[in-house]
């Protein structure tokens, strides 16, 4: 749809609104403050200029300073009425009446003092105050619609004040060239609205634009987090993984070392799961450990991590978790297998069972993580030695610091 067409439908202004209706809110909170920034300083700007021709009005036409002085000191109060409204907030109606009727006052005041000048000067008038309406079209940071008013206001007042200024105060001039000169400026001051629109639609636009990139970097960074689950997911049974194990535990481990906190560790592995995968096949097998991955993780705290560390092989995580309560948690997590009761042919009890080799330690050094590792794994070799559906507590409680552990194997070196 081309722009003209747009302008035939003014009353909508869609095509310099170029926004979504749930955005025009936004929108404003985003940019009202610097929109009523710039008009405020286009108003400062013609408030400046309207003082400054007090001295041309008086040097230029000296009989008319007194009324010149009047009807300026009206437009001032109007004009400062005006940044008043913009500076405190008030509503839309109000702000854009006392735009309106500042800037109307202006071009009505420079008129009027124009019409009292002798000579040649008078005309000089007519243009001094369509050149007025135009700086505002083209200074002021409008709004759309307080910028389609404001020209369309500027441009009624000019055209019919303009015209009686002709006929009453400049009897004796050529009243057609001065008609054809209202009227071009009239044109003029209706069609520079267009820069204002222009304008805001560009900082639409822009805004749109931003809005659009921030949606976009939303729905990156959200699929950026799925595919980071995914990564970290076992495929099987919906657990952590053991690249989440790898990339997790030496983050824990720095934790618990700087808060002086106990990090507990299970290693668990499902009993004789090679024989039951060889007699009731695969897909019974990947269906048994889903079934004991759901029960682990249902049997720990919301702070616990379960990964799966490899085939029938889990490991836990247990933050602030001493000896005692990781035997706790082991104990439980072993009885939550058990009463599932998933028939097992090969097990002496009939039933799939889980042995467990837990650890609890104050981590001394970030290195901390692989040891605890060996450790309970050592422990879980226990358990298979004392027969299998059993818990076992590492008898390890801390680890030696480092320097103690490279002098220790220098010295096992050297003997």
Known sequence: MSKFQHIVGWPNLSYWRCLPAGLEAPYETASGAQTDMRTRNGLVIGLSILAAGLFTDYFVT?????????????????????????????????????????????????????????????????????????????????????????????????????????HAGFPHMDHAFLYGMVALMTLCIALTCFIPLENE??????????????????????????????????????????????????????????????????MIDVDHFKAYNDLLGHQAGDDCLRQVAQCLEKNLRSTDSLCRYGGEEFAVLLPNADRTTAYAAAERLRQAVQALALPHPREPAGIVTVSIGCISTTPRAVGDGVSMLNAADEALYDCKRAGRNCARLTRQESFPAPAAAEAADNASKAA
């Open 62 to 166: 000296p009989a008319t300073f007194e009324r010149a002085l009047q009807a300026k000191a009206l437009c001032g109060t109007l004009m400062l009425a005006a940044i008043a409204s913009l500076s405190y907030a008030c509503s839309p109606s109000i702000r854009r009446t006392l735009l309106i009727a500042a800037n109307a006052s202006v071009v009505l005041a420079i008129l009027f003092i124009g019409a009292g000048a002798s000579g040649h000067v008078g005309p000089t008038y007519l243009l001094m105050s369509a050149f007025y309406a135009i700086g505002c079209n083209c200074v002021m940071g409008f709004r759309i619609d307080d910028a389609v008013q404001n020209a369309l206001a500027l441009a009624v007042t000019y055209a019919i004040a303009g015209a009686a200024t002709v």
């Open 201 to 266: 639609r560009y900082r639409r636009a822009a805004f749109l634009s931003e809005h659009h990139l921030t949606l976009a970097q939303a729905d990156l960074e959200h699929a950026n987090r799925q595919l980071k689950g995914l990564l970290s997911r076992d495929a099987l049974t919906g657990v952590h993984n053991r690249r989440y194990l790898d990339d997790t535990l030496p983050q824990k481990v720095e934790h618990c070392l700087q808060n002086s906190a106990p990090l507990g560790l299970l």
